[in-house]
């Protein structure tokens, strides 16, 4: 029985090579980039200088994972990326949804892929572009203050860039208006599999749009929803850093510093390659524990999971 299930595994193998080519270029990309320099982790554990070698750098131990807790920048980088994290869960995973929800319900194919058109578009701008962009329109001469002083809401104009209040909130915005559109083509894409006949029976049961789509339309994308949640909250400690590194300024440093910034200035520009190391390693450490946490609560809750 064994050697003829492996015949048939080995015959669809070979039938199927065309196909495991295509995957070829994936895998030699992530064997590379992603579990070639996990060898480099060690250096957490060493004193690495720009002229050692892995090897020959001085082994130390845990001596700068125990220097993360004494360094106070760094609970006020991880203040900053925690609260960050909280808002765009919060705010920027469920508007995605939203969208795709509202999109599925445009019934002009035209309109439909213009408003997904419009809304993909801030995706393929890169934060150096949409940065500046960003300075020059919430600068104190800029357009929004323009606007805000011309319809009589402030009388003074505000350097909304310039100030840690408030930072936040325009950095999870900005960033969920980048991506929305972006992220709902997965959520689309799932409505799309949905069986026209359960709507089609809801219709008959006197089934409103609402009511469709809040019994229909979002049981049925429920697991999606639920391993892109997982992945979020697995991710809570990364933040965009092509964004921050744009936006953040001496005046609102102290909000905008969060975790990849401040590993990037101890890291690159402080040289300081044994430390950072051994941030990024907490950093990904904590990740795989809020991974697999939110992995089992799921499963127990909701009976889905993402393995």
Do not use: C
């Not at 101890?266 to 950093?283: E, H, N, P």
């Amino acid at each position: 029985m064994k050697d003829k299930k492996s015949s048939i595994s080995s015959h669809s193998l070979s039938r199927q090579k065309a196909l495991q080519a295509m995957a070829l270029p994936g895998l030699l990309w992530m064997l590379i980039f992603n579990y070639i320099p996990m060898y480099g982790v060690i250096i957490a554990f060493k004193e690495f200088r720009i002229f050692h070698t892995i090897n020959g750098a001085p082994w130390v131990g845990f001596i700068h994972f125990q220097e993360i807790f004494r360094d106070a920048d760094f609970f006020a980088a991880m203040k900053n990326t925690l609260g960050m994290s909280v808002l765009k869960l919060t705010i920027g995973f469920p508007l995605p949804i939203i969208f795709a929800l509202m999109l599925n319900e445009i019934r002009s194919r035209g309109f439909k892929r213009w408003v997904q058109t419009i809304s993909y578009l801030p995706h393929f701008l890169s934060w150096v572009v949409l940065g500046g962009i960003m300075i020059t329109w919430f600068s104190e001469n800029g357009f929004v203050n323009e606007l805000l002083l011309r319809m009589g809401i402030i009388s003074n104009p505000i350097a909304f860039l310039g100030q840690p209040q408030g930072f936040w909130l325009l950095a999870v915005l900005s960033e969920t208006w980048k991506e929305m559109g972006w992220g709902a083509i997965i959520y689309l894409a799932a409505i799309s599999g949905i069986a026209p006949e359960l709507y089609e029976a809801a219709v008959v049961d006197g089934a409103n749009r609402f009511q469709k789509m809040w019994y229909i339309t979002l049981p049925s994308i429920a697991g999606t929803i639920t391993i892109l949640l997982i992945l979020a909250i697995s991710g809570i400690l990364n933040t965009n850093f092509e964004q921050m590194l744009v936006l953040n300024n001496p005046l609102n440093h102290e909000a905008s510093n969060v975790i990849d910034l401040y590993v990037y200035r101890i890291g690159i520009r402080g040289l300081r390659f044994s430390y950072s190391t051994a941030v990024g390693l907490f950093k990904a450490i904590i990740a795989l524990v809020l991974l697999l946490g939110a992995n089992g609560l799921s499963k127990k809750v909701q009976g889905r999971s993402l393995f």
